[in-house]
């Protein structure tokens, strides 16, 4: 045994970078296990029970798990990890929820009581009379459940669906989800592949997503998650539902139907804070459908505006909380989960489990570049000295006033225009996340600027005028981090970001990964204050690109300016 992962008795597992298996260790670790924290020589991961209730829905077994952290070894794995493993593996699928159609229920309902009677009967059911035992015990599923059934066997009551899930991986024991959709409105939509199919991981992924119901596909930004919900609305073949970041997104993926599917103008609505058409496939912002009015969401009716068949969540990591809520009563309609990223800063990931779907299919980043679906990417730190006459008034500030005033340092704008000079004629975004730093760099640069600020018909001007190269340089704020397609973009400059932010990482880095016309190998550049709160921002914020393999490396501000 001399490989490069030390596994402890805690659950967590210790990668030596170094070692010439660590590719295909951490290939195969990151299928169940998560990136804590990366430094330059000894990665650690920790193995949680979502982690691996993930990886079994998505059909990994918990032998291939052990054997996984066996091959790799540098020492024998504790026993107690792989009993714990087995254990909780195991615990995936002893509760299910099954359907029951009423044969008595009245065709039509005439009353809400009659209603109520339409609805199939849900059963949860256990694989043993203890575990039902101790289920029906806990304080917040008892009110959940109706008439008893057998030993193993109880009713649910026919709201509940969403919220029991919620309770039971809570307490650990999550149930596996058989009580099927409803096929909602019938609605011909195909696919119109005359000029191009889709990939085989994109036809894996929706084959996945439909032989289990419901869930989430992780894919790299820029390897067609869009492609994938198409290929999932072909498949259905029902009116459907999107849910987006943002409108620039909501008209990226209009277009991106009309290209890539039979479906007309006419059958596409967009629902956003300009325009509210409701079509049978309907493109709807997070924003609106969490808008409220004296208390009340006022757009919730959209959610049963039509008979459903499909429900997309893209950047399902983005999810707002109260539409958490409001899934909780779709769990009869299908629901695809689309993102590069299951990390979320708020620590939902078990809402996303229990109320979108496990993770059904996910294909590494790096496996994904090496088909050649995304571009290569070279990761760069560059490590800038905080101005002496800063430094003072650093050292005075409250926490927050550090990160700003570390991560808006007037030092970056020479290093921005060195890094622009260092890759003549390739498309550069400035990201950042603070708008006064913005608007400096935009005028010292002469470079046009979008923020959440700029309308949105002027958004898509710029962003085409960047796609076409009459743009090559374009500074950014957050609203560029979501589901903007800019393909010939090959540079990033990084200046600030959203606190230690894992996904806004990768959502940035994915910004570059879509494959360009001249195949020039992106270059992505985080521009970091030495010795401050951004640089221990930093080191979380790369996190999950070092657990899909990639690496940064560390360039001094000063040396780039003298070479």
């Known amino acids: 045994m001399n490989g490069p992962l030390i596994v402890q008795s805690d659950r967590t597992v210790l990668l030596e970078v170094a070692h010439p298996q660590a590719a295909d260790a951490r290939h195969e670790l990151a299928v169940f296990a998560e990136l804590e924290r990366a430094p330059e020589h000894v990665h650690t991961y920790r193995i949680t029970r979502?982690?691996?209730?993930?990886?079994?829905?998505?059909?990994?077994?918990?032998?291939?798990?052990?054997?996984?952290l066996e091959r790799y070894a540098k020492f024998p794995v504790p026993q107690s990890v792989s009993v714990d493993i087995r254990d909780t593996v195991a615990r995936y699928g002893r509760l299910t929820i099954e359907r029951e159609d009423r044969a008595d229920a009245p065709a039509i309902a005439n009353s809400p009581q009659e209603a109520l009677e339409q609805l199939p009967t849900l059963v949860l059911t256990a694989s043993d009379p203890a575990l039902l035992a101790e289920v029906t015990r806990s304080k917040r599923i008892a009110p959940l459940l109706g008439a008893r059934r057998s030993e193993t066997a109880i009713e649910l009551l026919p709201w509940a669906r969403g919220q029991i899930k919620q309770e039971l991986v809570k307490i650990?024991?999550?149930?596996?989800?058989?009580?099927?959709?409803?096929?909602?409105?019938?609605?011909?939509?195909?696919?119109?592949?005359?000029?191009?199919?889709?990939?085989?991981?994109?036809?894996?992924?929706v084959d996945s997503f439909f032989a289990q119901g419901s869930g989430v596909v992780v894919l790299p930004c820029g390897a067609g998650k869009t492609l994938v919900g198409a290929g999932a609305m072909a498949t259905a073949k029902a009116t459907t539902l999107i849910l987006v970041t943002n409108t620039v997104s909501a008209r990226q993926w209009r277009d991106e139907l009309l290209r890539r599917t039979s479906l007309t103008p006419d059958e596409i609505g967009e629902y956003s804070g300009t325009v509210k058409e409701i079509r049978p496939v309907t493109i709807a912002t997070y924003q609106i459908l969490t808008a409220k009015r004296k208390g009340v969401y006022t757009h919730l009716s959209l959610l049963d505006?039509?008979?459903?068949?499909l429900i997309v969540y893209d950047e399902v990591h983005l999810l707002p909380a109260p539409v958490f809520k409001l899934t909780a009563d779709l769990q009869a309609r299908r629901r695809l989960g689309l993102t590069a990223t299951l990390v979320r800063e708020d620590g939902r990931e078990g809402d996303v489990f229990s109320l979108i779907g496990p993770k059904r299919f996910d294909a590494p980043w790096k496996e994904i570049e090496a088909q050649g679906y995304i571009s290569p990417a070279a990761c760069y730190e560059v490590r800038i000295?905080?101005?002496?006459?800063?430094?003072l008034e650093y050292a005075a500030s409250s926490d927050d006033d550090r990160y700003r005033l570390a991560?808006?340092?007037p030092a970056k704008t020479p290093v921005v225009r060195d890094l622009i000079a260092k890759h003549p004629g390739e498309q550069v975004l400035v990201i950042g996340q603070y708008i006064d730093q913005l608007d400096d760099l935009a005028a010292q640069l002469d470079a046009p600027e979008i923020t959440g600020a700029t309308p949105v018909d002027e958004r898509e001007r710029l962003y085409q005028?960047?796609?076409t190269g009459e743009i090559d340089v374009l500074v950014v704020s957050k609203v560029a981090n979501f589901s903007v397609d800019l393909p010939d973009a090959t540079v990033a400059i990084q200046v600030s970001g959203s606190f230690g932010s894992r996904q806004e990482e990768a959502q940035r880095l994915g910004r570059l990964l879509r494959p360009n016309k001249d195949g020039v190998p992106a270059s992505f550049y985080t521009l970091v204050t030495r010795d401050t709160v951004d640089q221990d921002f930093a080191q979380n914020r790369q996190r999950f690109l070092a657990e899909q393999g990639y690496a940064y490396t560390i360039l001094d501000a000063d040396a780039l300016a003298a070479a």
Request: hydrophobic share 40%; aromatic share 10%; glycine share 8%.
């Open 305 to 309: 505006a039509l008979d459903w068949g």
């Open 407 to 409: 991560a808006t340092s």
């Open 465 to 467: 005028a960047f796609r």
């Open 172 to 205: 650990g024991w999550p149930a596996e989800d058989l009580a099927g959709y409803t096929p909602g409105q019938p609605h011909d939509i195909a696919l119109d592949e005359s000029e191009w199919h889709l990939r085989d991981y994109q036809r894996a992924a």
């Open 385 to 391: 000295d905080l101005p002496h006459s800063d430094r």
């Open 50 to 68: 979502l982690g691996l209730w993930n990886a079994r829905a998505a059909g990994h077994a918990a032998e291939a798990m052990i054997d996984t």
